[in-house]
């Protein structure tokens, strides 16, 4: 008996052909960080990002061509650098976001009982903790650039996953984002 191989979607063969074909296309000409920032939006069509609303609810096509405007429309190589910088950024923030969102999860489904004082949904009890902590982070330290900001706050999420995976339904975060303390 042969061992048959899964045979894959069309669409999706067609996709990935696509996506290669856009960052060979884009690498020579921005370089590896815009080549980077586009495959891993690229990477991120069609996945749980776009349902948990973490990412841009438009986040196909409408988006990718506000940013390609953007660029687009820069006056300078440096204007150009910051840009492509600042995207790369947000995209890494909303990645980490999603991971944590997703380990969050599992770790509700695996101890229900955590949910039981919980203040409000969860998803939005993750949305807002995460949202009052950069707003926090913008107000507490106003003098820090933008790229410092979200460098503190990608920091900070790699904690939260850090204890997350560690501690799980017993990590200070777990009551933090359920809305259960200050």
């Known amino acids: ?33 815009a080549a980077n920032f586009l495959g891993r939006f690229l990477g991120s069509e069609g996945s749980a990002i776009m349902t948990t609303g973490l990412c841009l ?12 405007t953007a660029l687009d429309q820069a006056p300078s190589q440096t204007e150009y650098n910051r840009l ?3 995207e790369n950024r947000d995209l890494k923030i ?13 770790v509700l ?30 107000m507490m330290h106003s003098e820090w650039s933008p790229a410092e900001k979200d460098h503190r706050e990608i920091q900070f999420l ?7 995976r560690t501690r799980g339904p017993d990590s200070v975060y777990m009551t933090k984002l359920l809305g259960n303390a200050d």
């Open 1 to 33: 008996m042969k061992c048959e191989q899964p045979r894959r979607s069309y669409k999706i063969v067609q996709r990935r052909i696509m996506k290669m074909k856009i960052i060979h296309f884009f690498f020579p000409l921005f370089g590896f960080m």
């Open 57 to 68: 609810n438009s986040f196909g096509g409408v988006y990718w061509n506000e940013i390609k």
């Open 84 to 86: 492509l910088d600042f």
């Open 94 to 106: 909303r990645e980490k976001k999603q991971e944590l969102y997703s380990l969050f999860q599992q």
């Open 109 to 138: 489904s695996q101890h229900p009982n955590v949910l039981e004082n919980a203040a409000y949904t969860p998803q939005e009890a993750f949305i807002d903790f995460f949202n009052e902590k950069r707003d926090a982070l913008d």
């Open 158 to 164: 790699g904690q939260v996953e850090q204890d997350l």
